[in-house]
């Protein structure tokens, strides 16, 4: 078989780049480990920047996410007991954000990807392999239906997130890796109640972060921070809303409606950036590069921008027969990433309660949260971080 891209991984960086690469006139395969129930099983984040929402747009996907998305104004931080609301449009110019779920972006593209007839395949387990991306004909390989197969392209996207093989096939002298993990993690439950609070709560307490979010007005997503070694199993429903209910104020705990869990899940908090981007002629996009702590909600959005400069600079290559855009697209995309991973790591610092910090560092933590909500232009500084900077 023969394309133009062949992309690995069916995520919404995959399908998102195969979706504006279509529109563009280029030709894709997308290669994805699992099968398509199990991508969309996955309970991942919540909240689309309006640079996400515009590339919904371009790729022509946006009318669901019009109809049945909640467009956010603000959030609110609760510390010492009280919530202090941050006002988006008022701080920002007017912008917003929109709570429409990972979930359903993604079904969204599939569904626009299999309309247009694009070839994916689906179930490809761990046997897909990188090769001669170093050169001028690179190939991706995988087995199925108990066949090799084999993919002759001009350029590979590695759009296979955190655990996937592209990365993983770069030369270790190639490639610098920057990390840090965060003695934490977040339990997340997903349940059919009304949220607590018509806009999401970031919460710290002395017994850790919690936050309230939620997927539509009947749908509500809540997390709270727990140790590293945390096992969901240990976690009932009720220990869940009962831990989650000391962490909130008194308003909250009253609204608070409770419910069977949809999903549970444990989601490390770890920031991680692979540098550089590109390798020869295979390109890494989203969470195949770069991971950050979910607080401030930058994984997904990051993994749009990415796919935004990689699907114009393909497009350029294409079209202008110009290397200009891929020669840049690296150091372009990293600079966008390596601000979103200050942001994300500076709200997590400042909202979790993590071990061996002291009383000093909770005084400090503390006075940074104050600082935060009664400065306009500390609030102005999350409101632009969070709402998302410019392409
Ligand atoms: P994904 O979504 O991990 O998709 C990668 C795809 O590649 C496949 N794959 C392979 N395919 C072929 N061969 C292989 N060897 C492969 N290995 C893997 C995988 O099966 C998968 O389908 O990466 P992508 O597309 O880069 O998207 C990134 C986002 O998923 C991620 O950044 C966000 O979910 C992060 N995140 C959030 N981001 C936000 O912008 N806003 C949020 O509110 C938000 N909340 C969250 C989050 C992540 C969370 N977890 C679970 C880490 C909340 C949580 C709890
Ligand atoms: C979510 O709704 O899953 C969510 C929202 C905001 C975050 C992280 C996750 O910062």
Redo the contacts with the bound molecule.
Sequence with gaps: MRTQVAI???????LLLGQLLHRAGIATVI????SAAH?LGRI????LEQVTVDLMDECGVGTRMHAEGLVHQGIELLFQGARHRIDFPGLTGGRTVTVYG?TEVTRDLMAARAQAGLPTVYD?G?T?TLHGFDGSTPQVRYRHGGQEHVIDCDFIAG???????SRASVPANAIHEFEKVYPSG?L?LLADVPPVCHELIYAHSERGFALCSMRSPSRSRYYVQVPPDSKVEQWSDDAFWAELRLRLDPQARERLVTGPALEK?I?PLRSFVAEPMRFGRLFL????AHIVP?TG???????ASDVKYLASALAEHYGERSSAGLDHYSARALRRVWKAERFSWWFTMATHRFPGTSGFDHRIQESELDYLVHSKAASAALAENYVGLPL
Aim: net charge negative; glycine share 20%.
């Design positions: 690995v991984g069916a995520g919404p960086a995959g290669v994805e480990r699992q991508v991942r984040a919540g909240v990972q490809a761990d897909v759009c296979d997130g955190y655990h996937g093989v977040w997340g899940s989601a996009a989203g969470d195949a979910p909600a930058k994984g997904l959005n990051l993994a």
